[in-house]
């Protein structure tokens, strides 16, 4: 079954406006972690935010914020202020299982920022 | 640039080829991974590394073998592989295989399968 679900097809976003990106998760873990990467058309996959299930805010890291809605099991991805270089693939993912804990990614969501 | 360094970055090998592929990270992780990524999918987990014992072989077929010579290095050894293996290899350090850290990715290694 799919842990992960990206469904948004590839998005097309001015530069400097907000960009939202959904992501919805499904487990019965009470104790779960919640990732986003980005991979640049160049292929390196690149941390950009964690958010823990017992976490009591959203995280935030620079222009990254997560919009963690608990109850509806999703942990949207928002970037402000969005740049050319934002142009990537982003992928949510989730640690599961017992240690050593897997990754499980999303389909991901296709972005692309327009001058 | 990455804090995880994969070599070769671009790789192109006959089926009958032996090569091998590296990985190096210096942040003191004792988790290492390697994933296997194909055009417009997510990664998808090969092998994982704990304390530079294998811990995870996600039935990958032994024309993969791993290697963790030590806590710094990382090996993947291919040997007959198959056109369908082309891919980009992605190679993936965190401090522990806990999973309350993220995983560091390296810039990869495009595999091409003659």
């Known amino acids: 079954a799919q842990k992960i679900t990206q469904t948004q097809p590839g998005m097309f976003v001015q530069e400097k406006e907000a960009v939202t990106l959904d992501c919805t998760y499904d487990?019965?873990?009470?104790?779960?972690?919640l990732f986003w990467y980005k991979q640049p058309s160049s292929g390196e996959m690149i941390f950009l935010i964690y958010q823990g299930s017992y976490d009591q805010q959203n995280a935030t890291e620079g222009r990254y914020s997560l919009n963690f809605q608990k109850a509806r099991k999703s942990a949207n991805l928002v970037i402000s202020a969005s740049q050319l270089g934002d142009s990537a693939m982003y992928f949510c993912a989730m640690r599961e299982g017992l240690t050593p804990r897997r990754l499980a990614f999303g389909k991901g969501n296709q972005v692309v920022v327009i001058p | 640039d990455t804090e995880v360094t994969q070599t070769p970055k671009h790789l192109v090998m006959g089926m009958t080829n032996k090569k091998s592929l590296k990985c190096e990270q210096h942040?003191?992780?004792?988790?290492m991974y390697w994933y296997k990524q194909k055009a417009k999918k997510p990664p998808e987990l090969m092998f994982v590394?704990?304390?530079?014992?294998?811990?995870i072989n996600e039935s990958v077929p032994s024309r993969f073998s791993p290697e963790c010579p030590n806590s710094s290095l990382l090996n993947l050894h291919l040997h007959a592989l198959q056109p369908e293996d082309s891919a980009l290899y992605l190679c993936?350090?965190?401090?522990?295989?806990?999973?309350?850290?993220?995983?560091?990715f390296g810039d990869g290694t495009r595999l091409s399968i003659l």
């Open positions: 993936a350090s965190s401090q522990d295989s806990t999973g309350d850290q993220p995983q560091h």
């Open positions: 590394y704990s304390y530079e014992k294998l811990s």
């Open positions: 942040m003191g992780h004792r988790a």
């Open positions: 487990t019965s873990d009470p104790s779960y972690g």
